[in-house]
Antibody, heavy 121, light 110 residues
Framework: EVQLLESGGGLVQPGVSLRLSCAAS????????MNWVRQAPGKGLEWVSG????????YYADSVKGRFTISRDNSKNTLYLQMNSLRVEDTAVYYC??????????????WGQGTTVTVSS | QSALTQPPSVSGSPGQSVTISCTGT?????????VSWYQQPPGTAPKLMIY???NRPSGVPDRFSGSKSGSTASLTINGLQAEDEADYYC??????????FGGGTKLTVL
C-alpha cells in the first residue's frame, strides 16, 4: 500500500523555524515529483512547493518564496519542508502529495493525512 | 499566481447531473492540459478525481468526467449520489512553473 506520513507540525511563535517531514512507503519514491500543499482553517487548498524526482529542480509559491525550502532524500524516501520566518498566515494543515509523473502538475494522486502548523504568539 | 475561479457552491438532487466550472487564464488552464480535480469530504485529505483534463484514476466512477474549453475547465458529475457531497477543487500547472488551485466548490446533494 502506498503511504505518505507527515510529521513535524506544532504550535510555534511568529518568526521561528520549523521543519516538516514526509515519509513515503510502498512506491518508487525517486521516480516522482513531490509537493507540499496547505489548507488554512476553513479555507481552500494552496499549493506551497514542489521538487523534481531527482531533487534538482524546486518550485515555490510566491507566498513562501525566500522563506521555505523544499528538499528530499531519495535514499530515505523522505520529503522535507524547512519553514523559516513563520508568520501567523502560515497557520494551516500541511499535506505532502505525490505527483503522478516525474514532472510538476500532472495531478497529485497520493496524499498524506496532513500535519498541523499553528503560528501564534 | 491568482487562484482559479470556481463557483462557491452547487447543488443537485440524487440522480441529477451537476457541472462545476474552473476559470483560469492563458497562463494556466488556457495553455496546459495539466488540469486536475480533487474531492475533499469534511475532515479528510483531498482525493484525485480527474487528471490531465479528462482522465480518471483507477477506482474513480465513470460518473465523473472532465473537459476543457479555452481557459475554462469543467467537472461533470452524472447520477448524483449522497456520497458525492464534498468540496471540489480544480488545479492547473502555470507558465511560472507552479501549480494553482481554485477556491473550491461545495457540492450539496439535496
Amino acid at each position: 500500500e502506498v503511504q505518505l506520513l507527515e510529521s513535524g507540525g506544532g504550535l510555534v511563535q511568529p518568526g521561528v523555524s520549523l521543519r516538516l517531514s514526509c515519509a513515503a512507503s510502498g512506491l518508487t519514491f525517486n521516480r516522482y515529483t513531490m509537493n507540499w500543499v496547505r489548507q488554512a482553517p476553513g479555507k481552500g487548498l494552496e499549493w506551497v512547493s514542489g521538487i523534481s524526482a531527482r531533487g534538482d529542480r524546486t518550485y515555490y509559491a510566491d507566498s513562501v518564496k525566500g522563506r521555505f525550502t523544499i528538499s528530499r532524500d531519495n535514499s530515505k524516501n523522505t520529503l522535507y519542508l524547512q519553514m523559516n520566518s513563520l508568520r501567523v498566515e502560515d497557520t494551516a494543515v500541511y499535506y505532502c502529495a505525490k505527483d503522478m509523473a516525474w514532472n510538476l502538475g500532472y495531478g497529485m494522486d497520493v496524499w498524506g493525512q496532513g500535519t498541523t502548523v499553528t503560528v501564534s504568539s | 499566481q491568482s487562484a482559479l475561479t470556481q463557483p462557491p457552491s452547487v447543488s443537485g438532487s440524487p440522480g441529477q447531473s451537476v457541472t462545476i466550472s474552473c476559470t483560469g487564464t492563458s497562463s494556466d488552464v488556457g495553455s496546459y492540459n495539466r488540469v486536475s480535480w480533487y474531492q475533499q469530504p469534511p475532515g479528510t485529505a483531498p482525493k484525485l478525481m480527474i487528471y490531465e483534463v479528462s482522465n480518471r484514476p483507477s477506482g474513480v466512477p465513470d460518473r465523473f468526467s472532465g473537459s476543457k474549453s479555452g481557459s475554462t475547465a469543467s467537472l461533470t458529475i452524472n447520477g448524483l449520489q449522497a456520497e458525492d457531497e464534498a468540496d471540489y477543487y480544480c488545479s492547473s500547472y502555470t507558465s511560472g512553473s507552479t501549480v494553482v488551485f481554485g477556491g473550491g466548490t461545495k457540492l450539496t446533494v439535496l
